[in-house]
């Protein structure tokens, strides 16, 4: 099975710091996501990635870049965090013959 | 826009029943549909999935029903056990919409014994 790694499970970082938030997939898989979760909204997407140096705009991308310059590794980069930012942040990769698998997420708090 | 919405927040049933999960979608153009379950402190795990072409899914212990008529998805479970107790999500991709999943807000599901 592809297993999905987040760098960290919890962080907390102040307003207006740069946040990197990473994800690497075992396999050599094309597409790879990137989903906050939030209590009573459900997981919304923040941005997709179909390749390397590929990406697509999600339903939320308002304050947040991704990085893809490696097939295994998609990162998401929050340019200067904001309270209204903390969040569970999941990533994941997916098709559908085979589904859309998720890592264990980064609870990220900005204080 | 599109959504995908659950009828129920919270479901409570007794350990040995059967548990029966509603989620209504709005788009008639999507074309796939998940079921996931996230427990506490982890990230969603898929369950069962089920293509618009077909109308009804079995896996272990879990049925997927799809009624497309009326924009319904619902999941069942079979013997529920206190291991089921998680929120569960039904989630949906369009044709022409990539590989990109729109989800439901999740219904908890808590085994009684």
């Known amino acids: 099975d592809v297993k999905v790694t987040q760098s960290s499970r919890y962080l907390v970082k102040r307003t207006g710091e740069k946040v990197f938030l990473e994800c690497v997939q075992d396999m050599d898989h094309e597409n790879m996501f990137w989903y906050r979760q939030d209590p009573g909204l459900g997981l919304r997407l923040i941005y997709f990635?179909?390749?390397?140096?590929?990406?697509e705009k999600g339903d939320i991308p308002e304050g947040y870049s991704v990085s893809r310059e490696k097939k295994e590794r998609f990162s998401l980069i929050l340019e200067s965090a904001s309270t209204n930012q903390t969040s569970m942040y999941l990533c994941?990769?997916?098709?559908?013959?085979?589904?859309?698998?998720f890592g264990s997420g980064t609870r990220l708090t900005v204080v | 826009g599109e959504s995908v919405g659950l009828h129920l927040p919270t479901l409570s049933v007794q350990e040995g029943d059967n548990s029966i999960i509603n989620c209504a979608y709005s788009?008639?153009?999507?074309?796939?549909f998940i079921w996931y379950k996230q427990e506490s402190g982890k990230g969603p795990q898929f369950i069962i999935d089920?293509?618009?072409?077909?109308d009804k899914r079995q896996g272990q212990r879990v049925t997927v029903l799809l009624n497309k008529t009326v924009k319904h998805l619902s999941l069942q479970i079979a013997a529920t056990q206190p291991g089921d107790s998680a929120v569960y999500f039904c989630?949906?991709?369009?044709?022409?919409?990539?590989?990109?999943?729109?989800f439901g807000t999740g219904t908890q599901l808590k085994v009684e014994l």
């Open positions: 990635s179909y390749d390397v140096k590929m990406k």
């Open positions: 089920i293509r618009s072409n077909m």
């Open positions: 788009n008639s153009a999507s074309d796939y």
């Open positions: 989630a949906e991709r369009s044709k022409g919409g990539g590989n990109k999943l729109t």
């Open positions: 994941g990769w997916g098709r559908d013959r085979d589904g859309y698998t």
